[in-house]
């Protein structure tokens, strides 16, 4: 196990590497001079000598890649070109935010995929499993910028529910220590303001996790109905055991893999789909920081918020494949 | 096309057991096609993808109004006899820019899905037939490509290259090339040891045709599924793309575009929003349901 995750950490070495060339080259590859078109046409040479100079632009390519290496292992993500903060002070709250929302979406993802997949799989062919296998099967076809769209004209603009835009009540804030706000509403002692912030999160929550939601449903209801299917199954069965038991304790158990393998995928999705949610319902996440640095050209902030991004998706998923031998020890690497 | 077995464990008939064996089997793409037509949601999907095509060849026919033509005075109309969908905040008839959006959409999935499968194919066929260090090499950008979630990886790209339709394409192509390839090279690694192709090499086949006569055609079948799933995928992304402003640029009628554009009037005008995204959910479900249907037609196997 031990030599395992050592392994599959060494393994990740070239891939991160690999992510650093790829956000390192986005400046270069912009076409023609990168600083005359970060700065615009009407630009003085001055400017643009300055800019370059900033960005270390006038170095052979493989030494800025090195001082860009460097300066990354010390956790400096570089300058803001808008606003000159340092970016790594300065991305915190949108990336608290980012993962927040992602949390509470891979919650919701989670919770109802596995149990309608459950459900699905062992009453099949039942009303209940084609409704949500067409439901899941809509879901996944569902531009989720639209969904987003029609929840807030139903259930914030129609019917009132849910609040459409923002985190939180921006005219009684509550002291920020983590970002997270569910956690530092608790911390300030303010339970009105925790379900006020958990509200705010219901709407972009839900459009975000649904992709992700029908995905693990027709992933889980799949790997069910071949467990389900096996001998032991039809053994304990014969023992009398309580359906609900066979079905959760008995059957999920051994199903779980396939379904882990596409939640840790799926987290990409939510990652991704993020830049899009954020956009819509106004949350100041890290996806929004990076849309508007596009809008700006401010490259620094898209390199990094791009890097960061894909450097948690690639966590999450050596998370979830060391997850896979820890549930299921007969799995040897 | 004979040399296509998707149920590779079926032993290769001598001449001699040919001649016994009547009738003939048939055509296993035949065989396919038939178990597709049986599948209820793959002709559901059929019908919708069919539907879509013929609107898009048929644009001009069908529509009343012209798709850029502003009209302040019909400005944010409900749906009616004249604006069947409605109008848009400038008095665009939106039936007609929805039809005219299906021709985008399709072109870039197409072209999307066509770029990404051929480049893919390339690089996947380089890397499962030839193996060592060029298969290292492939298969390691293939993951460090992965490891970005997709959409962010196709906004990078945009991001470098300026924001158009046709760049949206192109980086929407980009990023599905290591989805193909990936699988293009499972596939070839797998044919690889099977005998028929050792056959051929002793009968002094050289590679190039082994690949073309041999590996590629039985590789066919998850490519065809990934593909008609990556048309759905691939409209879903430009959409975002458009929504995002970073596709296509106005007066195009795309239909993420014609959201983004809408998303202030959803509550005095909740058409405006309604039907673009409607479309782009019909087409991509109908693609997802052919692909579900292919999947389980051409490749009992693969299901999981």
Same mark, same amino acid.
């Given at each position: 196990m031990l030599a395992y995750t050592i392994r599959r950490v060494l393994m990740l070495i070239p891939v991160l590497i690999g992510m650093s060339l790829i956000t390192f080259s986005i400046i270069h590859l912009i076409p023609g001079n990168p600083a005359q078109t970060i700065l615009g046409?009407?630009?003085?040479p001055q400017a643009i000598e300055q800019l370059e100079e900033q960005l270390g632009l006038n170095e052979p390519y493989f030494v800025q890649y090195g001082e860009y290496m460097m300066s990354l292992l010390q956790g400096d993500l570089g300058q803001s070109l #808008?606003?000159?903060?340092?970016i790594t002070n300065e991305m915190w709250p949108f990336l608290a935010a980012t993962i927040e929302l992602t949390l509470f979406a891979m919650i919701f993802a989670v919770v109802v995929g596995v149990n309608a997949g459950i459900i699905s799989a062992w009453k099949q062919n039942s009303i209940f499993d084609y409704t949500s296998m067409l439901i899941a099967l809509i879901g996944v076809s569902m531009p989720i910028f639209w969904l987003g769209l029609m929840q807030q004209w139903i259930f914030?603009?129609?019917?009132?529910?849910?609040?459409?835009?923002? #985190?939180?009540n921006p005219r009684d804030p509550v002291e920020t220590v983590t970002y997270f706000y569910l956690v530092d509403t608790l911390l300030a002692g303010r339970p009105d303001q925790f379900f006020t912030s958990l509200g705010h999160l219901v709407l972009p929550g839900v459009a975000l996790g649904t992709i992700p939601m029908a995905i693990i449903a027709r992933m889980t209801r799949s790997s069910m109905l071949e467990v389900l299917r096996s001998d032991y199954i039809r053994t304990v069965e014969a023992k009398g055991i309580h359906h609900l038991s066979v079905v959760y304790r008995h059957g999920f158990k051994n199903a779980v893999i396939p379904v882990l393998t596409v939640v840790g995928l799926q987290t990409g999705t939510l990652l991704g789909g993020a830049i899009l949610t954020e956009t819509i319902f106004s949350w100041p996440g890290i996806g929004r920081y990076v849309y508007e640095a596009i809008g700006t050209r401010d490259y620094p902030v898209i390199q990094s918020g791009i890097l960061v991004i894909a450097f948690m998706f690639v966590m999450i998923n050596l998370i979830v494949d060391l997850l896979y031998s820890y549930i299921d020890p007969r799995i040897k690497y | 096309m004979e040399t296509v077995r998707p149920d590779k464990q079926t032993p290769i008939p001598s001449p001699e057991q040919e001649a016994h064996t009547v009738p003939a089997p048939a055509s296993p793409w035949k065989e396919a096609f038939r178990q597709l037509r049986r599948n209820k949601l793959a002709v559901v999907g059929m019908f919708i993808i069919s539907f879509f095509i013929l609107i898009a060849v048929f644009a001009p026919l069908l529509t009343?109004?012209?798709?850029?033509t502003m009209n302040a005075a019909d400005?944010?109309?409900?749906?009616?006899?004249?604006?069947w969908f409605g109008t848009d905040d400038l008095g665009r008839d939106i039936f007609t820019r929805i039809v005219y959006g299906a021709r985008i959409s399709l072109m870039v999935g197409f072209f999307a899905v066509t770029g990404a499968l051929i480049f893919g194919s390339m690089l996947g066929i380089l890397a499962g037939y030839f193996g060592r260090w060029v298969d290292m090499l492939i298969s390691r950008v293939f993951d460090i490509m992965l490891a970005f979630p997709s959409i962010l990886l196709a906004i990078a790209i945009v991001a470098i290259l300026g924001p158009s339709l046709q760049n949206a394409l192109i980086a929407i192509a980009i990023i599905n090339i290591p989805i193909f390839g990936r699988l293009v090279r499972s596939k070839v690694i797998s044919i690889r040891e099977e005998e028929y192709i050792m056959a051929a090499k002793a009968q002094g086949m050289k590679s190039g045709r082994i690949l073309v006569h041999h590996v590629l055609p039985n590789s066919m079948a998850p490519i065809i599924v990934q593909a008609t799933l990556g048309f759905g995928t691939a409209i879903l992304e430009a959409a975002a793309l458009g929504f995002l402003g970073l596709g296509a640029q106005p007066p195009t009628p795309e239909w993420g575009r014609m959201l983004s554009d809408a998303r202030q009037y959803i509550?005095?005008?909740p058409w405006t929003v309604l039907f673009p995204g409607l479309s782009i959910m019909l087409v991509v479900l109908g693609f997802n349901m052919i692909g579900d249907g292919l999947r389980d037609a051409l490749d009992p196997k693969m299901k999981h």
């Open positions: 046409e009407q630009a003085t #808008r606003t000159n903060a340092d914030a603009q129609e019917l009132g529910w849910f609040p459409a835009f923002g #985190r939180g | 009343p109004h012209q798709v850029s400005r944010l109309q409900g749906p009616s006899a004249d604006y509550t005095s005008a």
